[in-house]
C-alpha cells in the first residue's frame, strides 16, 4: 500500500500533507473515482453555471452584501463539506456494501428486476431524506443546527452548502441506516449523491427560470421559487416544501405550498434579523446558544393569509 515511490515524499510540507490525506483516504477505502473524477468536476460546472446565471437572471433582491455572504457562508461549508465527503459518503457506502454483503434491504425482498429496484431505489432514497428534513424541523435539538442555514437573510447557491457540521454528523447514523434498510446498491448511492447535490445547489439558488417552465417543473422537482417559500420568516411556510429532488413527496404529505408571490417573501429566521449577528463565530456557536421564540423582534409573529390553492406555483 506504501509502494509510492520516495521522490514523492520531497514535495513541500503542503504537498506532503495532500499525499498523506490521499494515502489515508486510500487506506480506508474512501476514494470513489467516478465519484471524485466525474461527479465532483460535474458539480463544480453545475455550480459554476448557477453562479453566474444567478447573477444576470435574480429572483429576490439580496438584502446584504453579496460578498460578506460569500465569506460567512463559505466558512461554515469550509468546516462541514469536508465531513461529507470524508465521513458521511463513506459510512454510506459501507452500508451499501453491507447491505449488499448480507443481502438485506428492502429492495432485495422486493425481488425486482434490476432496472426497477434502480429507479425504486432512487426514489426511496430520496423520500428518506424528504423525511430527513421534516425531522430537521420537528426536532428541538437537530432544528438548533439546522437553524444555521436557515438564519440566512438571502437566498442563493452559497447558501447550499452554508449547513453547520454538526448538522452533518448529525446525519451520518440517519443517512447511513436508510441506506441499509433499503438495501441500495452502492453505484446507485454514488450517482444519487451527485444529483442531490446538484439538485440542492439548483432550487436554492437565485436564479429566475421563466415562469410558466417553472410552474410545469415543480410538478416534478423542487424549483427555486417553491424552495425560497421553504425559506421564509413565516412559520407555517419554513414548515412546507421539504422535498430535496421530486416534490412529489411534499404532494404526498401535503406539505406543498407553491402559493406565495416570491417577492412577498422574506427569507430568514424572525428572532435573528440582525445582519451583525451573521458572523462567522456566531454562525458556529448558535446551535449551543438559547432558541429565540419564533418572532420578530418587536414581538410581533409574521403571518399570512392562506391562499385558495396551496399547490398552485405563483410568480
Ligand atoms: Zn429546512
Redesign the pocket.
Known amino acids: 500500500m506504501l509502494a509510492y515511490p520516495e521522490q514523492k515524499f520531497s514535495f513541500s510540507s503542503r504537498g506532503r500533507n495532500l499525499w498523506i490525506v490521499l494515502l489515508v483516504a486510500k487506506a480506508m477505502k474512501m476514494m470513489f473515482p467516478k465519484f471524485d473524477k466525474v461527479g465532483m468536476p460535474l458539480l463544480g460546472l453545475v455550480a459554476t453555471t448557477l453562479f453566474v446565471l444567478e447573477a444576470k437572471r435574480q429572483l429576490r433582491k439580496r438584502s446584504r452584501p453579496k460578498k460578506e455572504r460569500l465569506l460567512e457562508n463559505g466558512s461554515v461549508a469550509a468546516v462541514a463539506l469536508p465531513a461529507l465527503r470524508l465521513l458521511l459518503l463513506p459510512t454510506m457506502y459501507a452500508a451499501a456494501k453491507w447491505s449488499e454483503k448480507h443481502q438485506v434491504g428492502l429492495l432485495r425482498r422486493m425481488g425486482l428486476p434490476r432496472w426497477t429496484k434502480h429507479v425504486v431505489g432512487f426514489l426511496l432514497l430520496d423520500y428518506s431524506n424528504y423525511l430527513w428534513?421534516v425531522l430537521?424541523?420537528r426536532s428541538t435539538l437537530l432544528w438548533r443546527f439546522?437553524n444555521v442555514?436557515?438564519i440566512d437573510l438571502d437566498l442563493d447557491l452559497s447558501t447550499a452548502w452554508r449547513f453547520h457540521v454538526g448538522e452533518n454528523l448529525a446525519s451520518v447514523p440517519y443517512r447511513s441506516a436508510a441506506v441499509a434498510l433499503i438495501g441500495v446498491p452502492a453505484p446507485l448511492l454514488l450517482a444519487y449523491e451527485v444529483l442531490f447535490e446538484g439538485c440542492t445547489a439548483f432550487h436554492h439558488s437565485n436564479l429566475r427560470l421563466p415562469y410558466k417552465l417553472e410552474r410545469r417543473l415543480c410538478q416534478l422537482m423542487v424549483t427555486p421559487r417553491m424552495h425560497g417559500i421553504?425559506h421564509s420568516i413565516v412559520e407555517k411556510e419554513t414548515n412546507s416544501n421539504?422535498s430535496v429532488i421530486f416534490s412529489w413527496w411534499d404532494r404526498l404529505h401535503r406539505t406543498i405550498r407553491l402559493n406565495v408571490p416570491q417577492e412577498a417573501v422574506t427569507i430568514g429566521v424572525p428572532s435573528y434579523r440582525d445582519p451583525a449577528e451573521q458572523t462567522i463565530k456566531h454562525l458556529f456557536l448558535l446551535p449551543f446558544e438559547q432558541l429565540r421564540p419564533w418572532q420578530l423582534p418587536d414581538g410581533t409573529v409574521p403571518e399570512r393569509e392562506e391562499g385558495p390553492n396551496k399547490a398552485l406555483l405563483l410568480p
Open positions: 428534513h430537521l424541523h439546522h442555514h436557515h421553504h421539504f
